[in-house]
Structures are given as C-alpha cells and as structure tokens.
C-alpha cells in the first residue's frame, strides 16, 4: 500500500475509543446487544430524535434488512446508478428488481424528474442516497412516495450528522440506513445501523436481524424462551465495534464541526481555480457533514489530474463505476448512455481528503498541488 502524506480518511478516533474497547472486552464476550449495543442504540436515536434503532454489522447489513422488510419477490425498487453495489444487492436478494434512476448534475443525488419516470405498477419503494453527506430534494420524493403508495428507503452511509430541513438525514422515510465503516464520519472499522419510527417494521425487523428468532425479546425479558419464528439473517453488530461507535457518536457534533471548517476553507481557497473545476454545490435545505469533498474536472483531465496528485502524496481518488454500466448492470439490461448524467458525473469526479484532523498547511499544499497539475 502507499504511503501518502494527506491520505482520503483518517478515523478521529482517541483514548475515549480504545478505553470502551477494552472495558467491552472485559465485560463480556464481544457478541452484539450486550451494555454497549443497547448504550449506541440509545445514544443515536436521541442524536437523531427517532424512536427505533437497531445496530447491524454493517451499513450493508443495514440496507439488506430494510429490503428484507419491506420489499419482496417481483417487486421493483427505484435507485440510482452511481452508488455502491450493496443497495443492489440488498433489493437483489429479495427477489425484487433494482431499477435504475439518473442523478441530478448539481448535487450528484437521484433526481426526482426521472423517479417519476421509471415508476411501474410494480413498484414498491424507492431507495434514495444522500451522496457525500448532501441531502436529496426529499420533499419532491416524499411526495412522489405518497401519490404512489411507495415507500423509502433512505441509504445515509455518507449522511450521519447532516440535515434537510432541519431534521437529521436518515429520519425522513420508512427506514434510514447509516454505515460506521472505517471511511465514513462515525468510524468503528464495521458497522451500521437501521432507523425507522414504525413500530411494526423495528418488529419485524428485529426478529430478521437474529437469524429469525424473537431473542430480541427474550433478552428484554418478554418470554421465558426464544425460537425461530420466521426467515431470517445474522446482521447483529460485536458489543466490541459498538463501543468503538459509541463513544464517535458522542463526538459527532465536534466530528461534523471540525469537517465543516475544513471544507469551508478548502472552498475558500479552490475558488481560484474555478475556472478550471467545479466544486461541491450545496442546496440551501441542506447542512452537509462533508463526509466526501468532491470536485469534478473535464472528462479527459480527470485521470490525470488523480495521477498528478498522487505523486505529490495526496491520495485522491475517482468514485463509484455507475452500476448500470457493470457487468451486473448489463445483465439487468442496461447499456452504456442510458443515464447520461450518471455516466458524466462518474467520468469527471475527483474526491479530495477530508476528515477533521486536516490540518491547513495540508489544505493548502493539496490546493498549490492542484494549481500547478491544472
């Protein structure tokens, strides 16, 4: 692996995280909804002020339990091309069909115009993502969801700590999903967590997280036994990440403040280059947590430039390869240019470093880097 001197992630991580490490260790075996797990779910639905959390083993974890309850064979999910292959996967291994939605060229988010769409008599939810923490234009896809009876799913890997309209990203459909990856703003190596104000999906979905028993409710001591009661999967997150998560939970605010510093001042400095690229758009719903800072250059630059500022140590990088145009894609029937904006945004952005300990110094030699490659 290289070495780099600004690297894209750094976990803010300190004391705090290895203390709760070691004191889960000692507590108990490791395995998941012990003190800790039930402390990160109560810590994160009061952050969020929503009723219902669940801790999974990852955000992937998290998505295919929010398919699994709500979503079923020969169903049809909207989502968009430029994400990762979980969300697809996650409506996959449902028996139902993702089917793929364009983005929109300002925040790099499904763009509701083309929702509308590609709706069906068989479709049942919408999967939204709130790429690099910038929120969806969610009251354009609430109100599509209600005129057509669908529901959402909010994918908010990149979006704890952001907000749209004053409310947490993640609380604003049927099911929020967050990943605590080891890149992503709350960072315990792996890790995730579902979200949902319906009582009746946080049953359901309970029950499928413990491999289809009712332990959940055997553990609050509502029954003297537990037994499998209906399909189910093992999605449970080790007590051990949990108090990794925990204690970067209670660090959010400062996690989010630090990154919001950062990228205010990376703008600042970026904007003489505007001419050049394009730089991050925020909408005026939308209180970003800059999980990704993400420029876009001229397509034939684009490679170039990530090259150029490599050998300078930077680690910058492309992003996601629109799912429409993989080899899976293509199996689902899909071919290249059939989401245009899609395909332009893939091909053009670059994602710079970010994360709260950047110092200024490095923001500063990332931009000089930069001025001299362009």
Not at 152 to 158: K, P, S, T
Not at 318 to 338: A, C, E, N, V, W
Request: proline fraction near 4%.
């Amino acid at each position: 692996m290289t070495d780099y001197i600004i690297p894209l992630h750094k976990p803010f991580w300190g004391k705090e995280e290895e203390k709760a490490v070691i004191d889960a260790m000692r507590q108990g075996t490791g395995i998941g909804d012990l003190a800790y797990s039930e402390q990160l779910a109560d810590e994160l639905a009061s952050y969020l002020g929503i009723k219902y959390v669940l801790p999974t083993g990852s955000g992937t974890a998290a998505l295919e339990l929010a398919c699994a309850c709500l979503v079923k064979r020969g169903d049809e999910v909207i989502l968009p091309s430029f994400t990762f292959s979980s969300c697809a996967n996650a409506i996959k291994l449902c028996g139902a069909k993702p089917v793929f939605a364009d983005i929109d060229i300002t925040s790099y988010n499904i763009d509701p115009v083309d929702i509308e769409k590609k709706i069906t008599k068989k479709t049942k939810a919408i999967m939204v993502i709130h790429y690099a923490g910038m929120a969806c234009d969610m009251n354009a896809i609430s109100n599509i969801a209600r005129d057509h009876g669908l529901l959402v799913i909010e994918d908010a890997a990149h979006a704890l700590g952001s907000k749209y309209d004053g409310s947490y990203l993640g609380t604003l459909s049927d099911v929020g999903c967050f990943s605590f990856h080891g890149t992503k703003n709350v960072a315990s190596g792996e890790g995730g967590a579902f979200v949902t104000r319906d009582l009746a999906i946080f049953k359901r979905a309970e029950i499928i997280r413990e491999k289809g028993t009712n332990r959940s409710s055997f553990i609050r001591g509502e029954r003297k036994k537990y037994s499998w009661v209906s399909v189910g999967r093992s999605l449970i997150l080790s007590d051990i990440l949990s108090a990794i998560a925990l204690e970067q939970v209670k660090k959010l605010a400062e996690i989010t403040r630090l990154r919001e510093k950062n990228a205010d001042y990376l703008i600042k400095k970026l904007k003489k280059l505007s001419s050049k690229l394009i730089l991050p758009q925020i909408t005026e719903e939308t209180e970003p947590n800059w999980h990704i800072f993400a420029i876009r250059v001229p397509r034939l630059l684009r490679d170039r430039v990530i090259a150029g500022l490599r050998t300078y140590g930077i680690e910058a990088s492309f992003h996601y390869l629109p799912l429409h145009t993989s080899p899976m894609g293509r199996k689902l029937g899909y071919k290249i240019r059939d989401l245009p904006v899609t395909e332009d945004v893939a091909a053009t952005l670059i994602r710079l470093p970010m994360y709260p300990k950047l110092k200024r110094s490095e923001i500063d030699y990332m931009v000089a880097a930069l001025e001299k490659i362009l």
